[in-house]
């Protein structure tokens, strides 16, 4: 079982960068496929991008080109490194883990993960 917990929100203008960090706890977090996911007021949370065990990533068509996830596995943490930021990228931004046996692996439904941190509000203002 791993615990999860983002940081790094905040109030940015739009334009403006933002990094969030997802710290995990527990073991082998080497073997866990990362998911972000995002939630808006009002809204369904929404799959923004995730990083397979070997650091293969997948994004949501909204935020490619503008987001990047990365991992450090000796750091047990993931990364959303967040740019150009608009105002429709304000929401709760959350981190999601499941266990997977092959590398390459990863996932883009919430339904598929078993590991929720509890959240970090990232708020972007025009």
């Known amino acids: 079982q791993v615990q999860l917990v983002e940081s790094g929100g905040g109030l940015v203008q739009a334009g403006d960068s933002l990094s969030l960090s997802c710290a995990a706890s527990?073991?082998?977090?080497?073997?866990?496929?990362m998911g972000w996911f995002r939630q808006a007021p009002g809204k369904d949370r929404e799959f923004v991008g995730a990083?397979?065990?070997?650091?293969?990533?997948y994004y949501a068509n909204s935020v490619k080109g503008r987001f990047t996830i990365s991992r450090d596995n000796a750091k047990n943490t993931v990364y959303l490194q967040m740019s150009s930021l608009k105002p429709e990228d304000t929401a709760v931004y959350y981190c999601?883990?499941?266990?997977?046996?092959?590398?390459?692996?990863?996932?883009?439904?919430?339904?598929?993960?078993?590991?929720w941190g509890q959240g970090t509000q990232v708020t972007v203002s025009s």
């Open positions: 527990g073991r082998a977090f080497s073997n866990y496929a």
């Open positions: 999601a883990g499941r266990s997977v046996y092959y590398t390459s692996s990863f996932y883009f439904k919430k339904e598929d993960y078993d590991y």
């Open positions: 990083i397979s065990r070997s650091g293969r990533t």
